[in-house]
C-alpha cells in the first residue's frame, strides 16, 4: 500500500525559503519518478517539479524556475522541495507523488495529505 507523507510547510513572508519533504513508501522508491504538485484555493492541482531515479533529471513548471529545486535521497526514500524567493501565489497545499515518467507526469498513486504553504505579503 503507497504511503506519501508531507511535511515541512508553513507561514512565510515573501522572499522567504521553506523546504519541503515527502516520504515515500509501498513502492521500489529508487525505481520511479517522483513529482510535486501543488493545489491553491479554487484551483485546480498543478504540476511544480519532477526528478528523475537516479536524480540527473529534473523537470520544473515555468513558474518556479530558477526559485524551487527538488532533489531526492534514495536510501531514505524521501524528495524534498527546496523553495526559495517564495512569492504569495505560491500559496497552496504542495503534494507529492510518483509519476509514470518524467515526460508524462501523470501521478501513479492517490494524494497524501499535503503541506499547507502559505506566503504573506
Known amino acids: 500500500q503507497v504511503q506519501l507523507v508531507e511535511s515541512g510547510g508553513g507561514l512565510v513572508q515573501a522572499g522567504g525559503s521553506l523546504r519541503l519533504s515527502c516520504a515515500a513508501s509501498?513502492?521500489?522508491?529508487?525505481?520511479?519518478?517522483m513529482g510535486w504538485f501543488r493545489q491553491a484555493p479554487a484551483k485546480e492541482r498543478e504540476f511544480v517539479a519532477a526528478?528523475?531515479?537516479?536524480?540527473?533529471?529534473?523537470n520544473y513548471a515555468d513558474s518556479v524556475k530558477g526559485r524551487f529545486t527538488i532533489s531526492r535521497d534514495n536510501a531514505k526514500n524521501t524528495v524534498f522541495l527546496q523553495m526559495n524567493s517564495l512569492k504569495p501565489e505560491d500559496t497552496a497545499v504542495y503534494y507529492c507523488?510518483?509519476?509514470?515518467?518524467?515526460?508524462?507526469?501523470?501521478?501513479?498513486?492517490?494524494w497524501g495529505q499535503g503541506t499547507q504553504v502559505t506566503v504573506s505579503s
Open positions: 526528478i528523475s531515479t537516479s536524480g540527473a533529471n529534473t
Open positions: 509501498g513502492r521500489t522508491f529508487s525505481t520511479y519518478v
Open positions: 507523488n510518483f509519476l509514470a515518467s518524467i515526460v508524462t507526469l501523470r501521478p501513479l498513486d492517490s
